[in-house]
């Protein structure tokens, strides 16, 4: 009996070994498909000069004889590409064996047999501890990132978190953003939160001052303001201006820190981060050592076959600058996690935003406010206009009229009286002169009689106009004082509201 269940049980291992490996050959023929189609496809889309469409096929085709080659030294190693094969499948949750046969020396196998467990609450220390002892980077990785996407999550261990998410430097590794979206996403909990927090909290207090993180941060945490810019004829409008708009941010950083906390609700997000998937899969194709340089030559080949230009992607190539990561999930309202725990890690430097906010808007709104008018420059209180003599002044000036027309009427009016009294004397012969300068003499007064009607006129309505530009002006003044007085009794509450949302 014993016999044949240990002759049953050594056939269906060797059946389950030759599904494997012609599961591994049937993929490893599809990529070699697959990048036959894609030389083609490069090649029929290959343009330029003729020199250059030469250069271009045949650094093409030798790109695909040296892969061609290196696929047969890659065969040489079908344990580790079996390993790989099986672990892809995992990650895409296909149907797979927890058994796999392990390769000395590397750590995707153990981890493998580890992850592949954990889906059913099962936690194998061992498997796990033996892919840490081979490499403990990449196979915390592997296990923190693939229980975050798959389950078991409660099998990652705080101290393995820690390893997974060190300390940020000032560029973040994509393997590191993506344990912060799993953690800043809920994934792994409160504790997992709070190691985000940590970390930030300690990167942001080792940046130096060139960087300038606090006016950083109130650029993010006030794009939202909503400001009126004050009316250039305001001489001194932009220290108003600045006190207004400070006061104006100040509530809108309340706000800002409001929202991203009180949407947080301590539960894991809907979905895990693609990036997580990718940065999984990136690791898994990365290789064994020994596979390592073949691996990363056949990338660089179908890149050079596929036209692709920059650096190949890697599961630890940077992911970007951190700060800049940072501030962008303070600004991503799609994701609260990452928005609070962003705002919690800037608390600081929120804080001593709104106390330089604060210490602007509460400069008081100035006393005398010199306004630029058409016709001059008007000082206005609280009450309206200190005095407007010297405009009402300016304006009689210009609406003066000379007194050359008066004149030049009066010598032509003595003119034609002078020759009418020669007509009397010596013949009508001078009378028509004589009344031609009496005609001369009414017309120019009539014209400067008419000259004073509209000089006093033009005054009278310099003087309307007037009116109404300054009560413009105290009109827009009163908006601006009202605004900021409401904006001013908010200073202390909007202050009190941080210090307690963010100690």
Request: aromatic content about 6%; overall charge negative; some cysteine.
């Amino acid at each position: 009996m014993s016999d044949n269940w240990y002759t049953d049980y050594s056939q269906n291992k060797r059946l389950r070994g030759l599904e494997e490996d012609l599961s591994n050959v049937s993929a490893s023929l599809a990529s070699a498909r697959s990048s036959q189609r894609r030389l083609r496809a490069e090649l029929s889309k290959v343009q330029g000069s003729m020199e250059q469409r030469l250069d271009r096929l045949s650094r093409a085709f030798d790109a695909f004889v040296e892969i061609s080659d290196l696929r047969v030294t890659l065969g040489l190693f079908d344990d580790q590409g079996r390993v790989r094969h099986q672990a892809r499948q995992l990650l895409r949750a296909e149907q797979t064996s927890s058994f796999v046969s392990d390769v000395p020396g590397y750590w995707l196998a153990p981890a493998y047999v580890a992850l592949s467990v954990v889906v059913d609450g099962v936690s194998d220390v061992e498997s796990l501890a033996t892919a840490r002892d081979r490499d403990p980077l990449r196979a915390t990785v592997f296990h923190v990132l693939g229980a975050g996407l798959l389950g078991g999550r409660d099998t990652v261990t705080a101290s393995m978190l820690a390893d997974a998410l060190p300390a940020f430097g000032p560029t973040m590794p994509g393997y590191q953003r993506a344990v912060w979206t799993l953690a800043a996403d809920g994934f792994f909990g409160e504790a997992g939160w709070e190691l985000v927090r940590r970390r930030g909290i300690e990167f942001l207090a080792g940046l130096g001052p060139e960087v300038d993180a606090v006016n950083r941060v109130r650029q993010v945490g006030t794009a939202a303001v909503r400001t009126t810019p004050l009316p250039r004829t305001i001489d001194g409008a932009t220290e108003l201006s600045t006190t207004l708009d400070a006061a104006a941010r100040l509530g809108t950083l309340r706000t800002w820190v409001d929202e991203a906390l009180g949407a947080w609700t301590n539960e894991p997000a809907s979905a895990v981060d693609p990036s997580v998937r990718r940065c999984l899969e990136l690791l898994v194709d990365e290789g064994s050592p020994e596979e390592l340089p073949l691996l990363a030559r056949e990338r660089e080949l179908r890149a050079v076959i596929e036209s692709a230009s920059g650096e190949a992607p890697a599961w630890d190539a940077p992911a970007g600058d951190t700060l800049d990561l940072l501030l962008a999930d303070a600004a991503d309202s799609a994701h609260p996690g990452r928005r609070a725990v962003a705002v919690r890690m800037c608390a600081e430097h929120v804080l001593t935003t709104a106390d330089r906010l604060a210490e602007t808007a509460r400069l008081p709104f100035p006393p005398r406010v010199q306004v630029r008018t058409r016709r001059g420059t008007v000082t206005l209180t609280a009450r309206g206009p200190e005095s407007l003599d010297a405009v009402h002044r300016r304006i009689d000036a210009a609406s003066e009229i000379s007194a050359q027309g008066r004149v030049v009427s009066s010598v032509l009016g003595l003119v034609g009286i002078g020759f009418l009294v020669l007509t009397v004397v010596a013949g009508w012969g001078w009378a028509v002169v004589a009344i031609a300068g009496l005609l001369a003499a009414g017309v120019s007064w009539f014209k400067d009689q008419q000259s004073r009607v509209r000089a006093v006129e033009d005054a009278q309505r310099a003087r309307v106009s007037l009116s109404e530009e300054i009560d413009q002006r105290m009109s827009t003044l009163d908006e601006c004082r009202t605004t900021l007085l409401e904006h001013q009794s908010a200073i202390t509450p909007n202050l009190e509201a941080l210090r307690t949302a963010l100690r």
